[in-house]
């Protein structure tokens, strides 16, 4: 008996190394903030909308859009300001990026010292004609994910720990009855 339960422990125990050794050495984009949305609006004219990124270092956006029948083939743009309005970044893709439907991802060089402020995104287009589709909220805002880049070692590690405590505790009973399944077939086990 002594040596199953030491035996998943150990199963357990190498779980949780081989998931910190990933997330916090191979992994270096990580999830700031993930916004949802109810439907998708006409790109008929320049989207400007405010963002608060929650950590530093934002290096990529990720909108849910559609180009209907793939007929717009236009350039477009992405620019982050801050809030004085001086340009950070510029994204150029086209419609040839975005299919019906993608997530299109824009990738830029990390923005450092943004934590808690406001940035200014605004999406414009060539031309109009044939609009695209971008996925929005209630509030017209579009659903998107954005991701910043870790360099520090330790603030990594310090959010994986949290991570895992944050899952525990909004996962109580999904931790609760995997540990009483453990312990019944390990009873049954034993007999």
């Known amino acids: 008996m002594f040596k199953r339960i030491l035996l998943i422990f150990?199963?357990?125990?190498?779980?949780?190394?081989?998931?910190?050794?990933?997330?916090?050495?191979?992994?270096?984009?990580?999830?700031?903030?993930?916004?949802?949305?109810?439907?998708?609006?006409?790109?008929?004219?320049?989207?400007?909308?405010?963002?608060?990124?929650?950590?530093?270092?934002?290096?990529?956006?990720?909108?849910?859009?559609k180009n209907p029948g793939l007929e717009n083939?236009?350039?477009?743009?992405?620019?982050?300001?801050?809030?004085?309005?001086?340009?950070?970044?510029?994204?150029?893709?086209?419609?040839f990026n975005i299919g019906d439907p993608v997530d299109l991802k824009l990738q830029f060089e990390p923005i450092a010292g943004v934590k808690d402020q406001t940035l200014v995104i605004e999406i414009t287009g060539e031309s109009y004609s044939k609009p695209i589709q971008i996925n929005v909220?209630?509030?017209g805002n579009p659903s998107l994910r954005s991701y910043y880049r870790t360099s520090n070692k330790n603030e990594a590690f310090t959010e994986w720990i949290n991570g895992w405590g944050d899952k525990i505790v909004s996962n109580i009973g999904f931790f609760l009855i995997?540990?009483?399944?453990?312990?019944?077939?390990?009873?049954?086990?034993?007999?």
Not at 178 to 191: E, H, N, P, Q, S
């Open 10 to 65: 150990l199963v357990i125990f190498l779980f949780l190394l081989i998931n910190l050794l990933i997330s916090v050495f191979l992994v270096r984009n990580r999830l700031d903030v993930q916004t949802y949305g109810v439907g998708f609006k006409n790109l008929d004219k320049p989207l400007t909308f405010n963002f608060i990124p929650m950590h530093d270092n934002i290096n990529i956006f990720v909108f849910t859009m």
């Open 73 to 95: 083939k236009e350039r477009f743009s992405m620019k982050v300001y801050n809030n004085n309005r001086i340009l950070l970044r510029n994204v150029d893709f086209s419609g």
């Open 137 to 139: 909220d209630d509030n």
């Open 178 to 191: 995997w540990g009483i399944i453990l312990v019944i077939v390990l009873r049954f086990i034993d007999k």
